[in-house]
């Protein structure tokens, strides 16, 4: 998979936003923005598109702007920006980086908190914070 190809589709930024917002399953992030699971679910498969009125509070929520969840063209927003800074190369390799750390400090789940902390790296790149 390209880098270009993460946030391809609006159901595909919907998803990786909401998890890289902290909500790991479709039913929290519902609860969230008081929706039904089967809303999010279809918005995420790219069945339907978010209406206009409830794009404000995704992107509130998902902590991204309204263009970055229904730009056609990745590379036309902000975040997709500093998302190609992000090479998948390096993503790896800084996973790596963090199963080590976590092997050598003998955490329970080296495999689990390495994905995390990977995971929240990647957002903290992707977000602009990260310059």
């Known amino acids: 998979?390209?880098?270009?190809?993460?946030y391809v589709t609006v159901g595909n930024r919907i998803k990786c936003s909401?998890?890289?917002?902290?909500?790991?399953?479709?039913?929290k992030f519902a609860e969230a923005i008081e929706f039904d699971h089967?809303?999010?679910s279809r918005w995420e498969l790219g069945k339907a598109i978010p209406p206009s009125d409830v794009l404000p509070l995704l992107a509130d929520k998902l902590?991204?702007?309204?263009?970055f969840l229904l730009a056609n063209d990745i590379k036309e927003t902000k975040?997709?920006?500093?998302h190609d800074k992000v090479t998948i190369e390096k993503a790896i390799q800084r996973l790596?980086?963090?199963?080590?750390?976590?092997k050598k400090?003998?955490?329970?789940?080296?495999?689990?908190?390495?994905?995390?902390?990977?995971?929240?790296?990647?957002?903290?790149?992707?977000?602009?914070?990260?310059r």
């Open 63 to 67: 902590n991204v702007s309204i263009d």
């Open 38 to 40: 089967a809303s999010v």
């Open 1 to 6: 998979m390209k880098e270009s190809d993460w």
């Open 96 to 102: 790596i980086e963090y199963y080590n750390k976590a």
């Open 18 to 27: 909401r998890v890289n917002a902290g909500y790991d399953t479709q039913t």
């Open 105 to 130: 400090e003998g955490k329970a789940n080296p495999v689990g908190w390495a994905l995390k902390k990977t995971g929240e790296w990647v957002h903290y790149i992707t977000t602009g914070m990260g």
């Open 79 to 82: 975040q997709a920006k500093h």
